[in-house]
């Protein structure tokens, strides 16, 4: 980092906000407007909360001089996906008394309330902590929700990683005891000399921050698109260790090549013990070396990028004061989810339920909740926006399957397999920097290829495919084998080619592309994948192989394809 150039104006922001204090508490008892000053929305981040407006209305109140329709979205960190049933019912019952009526289940495996007005945030914040969850560091320049594979009872190797991403998580939250002086009115802190962040300092990160715990074959937490990831290496049913990935990422932003999504680089392995000790250090080099002057460049991805792997891993094992050992031999298959009841060696059941869009709402809302009333095992948040319902006896199963069938859930996994490989980010109409919907127009456009994959014989073959509003990638667009990403109100960039393990990115195959016009854009293609594909080939590699786009390569190359004309004529 040049030291020459100017800070980013967050880092300022920061080292006077006094362990992200800073005016918030004044803000928000400020009734005179729904919303936050610029530097307290920032702050909010820390504390998992984003001043949001309805988009909806948003021309119509400017029209009339009255401010934005100002709401609040909660994010509440689940580390690993699991929660209680008693948390379930919390959650459900927020969604009713504080925000728009529906549950959102993120990328992340957290939850999501929308639609929260100021003077109810401090209570529903409460009403998440009296439920023994936080919202502390869900957002803004620190470690974020840690990821697991959501299966632990399969095998002991699940119970082990779940155990881990929990320790990570501890370790990595922030000491600040602002979040409780805010929020849950704990006493104050007299003098600053007291509080110290162990780890962060008082400028946390030079951005955000993401890790994730993965065991092959599944990539459902998509290591590719985390800061920092750890590999199982399981042998005999026992983790003998991780590898160690650094530098993946998805946010770019169209038009500016300097910016683009990232795999992330395997440099080494750990043992089970330093994990922790690695995820600090790892943390550290990047809290010491990120670019702190420009927060499009501020990701691990580009201090990576700036330097190389080998510089990385040098700093790394200098911080750790040992050596990561060479990585160990592995194989992802997919990054979805396996659907339907699966029993695990204790004898209990699993049922992973696809839920569109992640966003629990009407009569499967009223369906979860009864279940969650009865059940006696937890609920598994998915990364991609699904939900396990975990270790359902032999005995409650009936019990169990009969409000599912009730609230119309229990096929709810007998969809087309591109159904249930799709993502969406949530977009429209709460999220202010969408450009084009994606949770509320992703399903038609899934409908729409579905009559021609059926007609091909395609009903059943899996089929990553993902739509954001926005190049930010939150839905994680450019890992998955076709993908929208919201370019202008109606028009999306097409990607093709990610791996369907999440381990190749696409390439970008049409620039601005109406909803009309994808489905004639696919339509041939699918076909020619139906009639040419070889046996067992994936769709993310026929394409590459038949010419419609050329295979990705890290970096700037990114943006290439378009202007290298690779299409199939
Ligand atoms: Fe995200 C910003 C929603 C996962 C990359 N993301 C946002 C905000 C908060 C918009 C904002 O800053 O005002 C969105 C709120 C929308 C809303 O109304 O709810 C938002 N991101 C989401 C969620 C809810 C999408 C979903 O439909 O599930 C996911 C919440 C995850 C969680 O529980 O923590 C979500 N965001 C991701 C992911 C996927 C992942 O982490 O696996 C990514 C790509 C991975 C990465 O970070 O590189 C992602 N979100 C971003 C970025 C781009 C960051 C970058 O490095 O450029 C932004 C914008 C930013 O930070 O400036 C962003
Ligand atoms: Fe919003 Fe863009 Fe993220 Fe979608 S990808 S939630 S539009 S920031």
Redesign the pocket.
């Known amino acids: 980092m040049s030291e020459e150039k100017k800070l980013a104006h967050n880092e300022s922001m920061k080292i006077e906000s006094n362990y992200l204090r800073g005016t918030l508490a004044e803000g928000l008892a400020d009734t005179s407007t729904g919303g936050l000053t610029e530097d307290e929305q920032q702050l909010l981040?820390f504390h998992g909360c984003?001043l949001?407006d309805d988009r909806d209305i948003r021309a119509g109140r400017r029209k009339n001089k009255l401010e934005k329709a100002f709401s609040f979205?909660i994010?509440v960190r689940v580390p690993g996906g699991v929660a209680t049933p008693a948390q379930w019912i919390k959650m459900d019952n927020l969604a009713d008394d504080y925000a728009n009526g529906t549950i959102?289940?993120?990328?992340?495996?957290?939850f999501?309330l929308?639609g929260v007005i100021k003077t109810q945030l401090k209570k529903t914040i409460q009403e998440i902590n009296a439920a023994a969850m936080d919202t502390i560091a869900?957002?803004g320049d620190v470690n974020?929700?840690v990821?697991c594979n959501p299966n632990p009872f399969l095998s002991e190797a699940h119970a082990e990683i779940l155990k881990i991403s929990q320790e990570i998580s501890d370790h990595l939250t922030p000491a600040t005891k602002a979040y409780h002086e805010i929020w849950l009115d704990g006493d104050k802190v007299e003098s600053t000399a007291e509080e110290v962040e162990p780890i962060y300092g008082k400028t946390y990160l030079p951005?955000?921050f993401?890790i994730?715990v993965a065991v092959p074959p599944s990539n459902d937490?998509?290591i590719h698109?985390?800061d920092l990831s750890f590999v199982a290496i399981v042998e005999n049913s026992k983790v003998v260790g991780y590898n160690v990935a650094v530098g993946?990422?998805?946010?770019?932003t169209h038009g500016a090549p300097e910016?683009y999504?990232r795999l992330a680089d395997i440099i080494g392995f750990c043992t089970p013990e330093q994990v922790v000790d690695v995820s600090e250090k790892v943390l550290l080099v990047q809290r010491d070396f990120g670019d702190r002057t420009n927060?499009?460049h501020a990701?691990l991805?580009y201090t990576i990028d700036d330097r190389s792997a080998e510089w990385f891993l040098e700093r790394l094992n200098e911080y750790l004061g040992y050596d990561l050992e060479p990585a160990r031999e592995f194989k992802f298959e997919h990054n979805g989810d396996r659907f339907g009841w699966v029993e695990d060696h204790e004898g209990d059941f699993h049922l992973n339920l696809f839920i569109e869009?992640?966003r629990v709402r009407d009569r499967a809302r009223t369906g979860l909740r009864k279940i969650a009333e009865i059940h006696e095992g937890d609920f598994r948040l998915t990364?991609n926006?699904n939900l396990i319902i975990a270790k359902v006896s032999a005995a409650k199963r009936p019990e169990v399957e009969a409000l599912l069938e009730e609230y119309g859930l229990l096929k709810s996994h007998e969809q087309s397999a591109l159904r249930l490989n799709s993502?969406?980010?949530?977009?429209l109409p709460?999220?202010?920097?969408?450009l084009a919907e994606a949770?509320r127009a992703l399903p038609g456009v899934v409908t729409d290829l579905e009559n021609v994959l059926e007609d091909c014989g395609l009903r059943h073959d899996a089929i990553t495919i993902r739509m954001t509003g926005c190049p930010?990638?939150?839905?994680?667009p450019f890992l998955s084998e076709i993908a929208f990403v919201g370019r202008s109100p109606g028009k999306y960039n097409l990607y093709l080619g990610g791996g369907h393990a999440g381990d190749r990115l696409n390439k970008l195959y049409r620039e601005a592309v109406t909803r009309e016009e994808i489905l004639t854009i696919l339509t041939p293609i699918i076909r020619d994948y139906a009639k040419s594909r070889e046996e067992g080939e994936k769709f993310g590699d026929f394409v590459i192989r038949a010419g419609y786009v050329a295979a990705t390569i890290q970096g700037l190359d990114f943006h290439a394809n378009l202007k290298a004309g690779a299409t199939r004529t």
């Open positions: 981040k984003y949001q979205l994010r959102k289940l993120t990328t992340r495996q957290a999501q929308h869900a957002c974020r929700n990821m951005r955000k993401k994730a937490v998509d698109a985390n993946g990422g998805m946010g770019m910016t999504p927060r499009k990701r991805k869009g992640g990364g926006q993502i969406a980010c949530v977009s709460t999220c202010g920097l969408a949770e930010n990638g939150c839905g994680r």
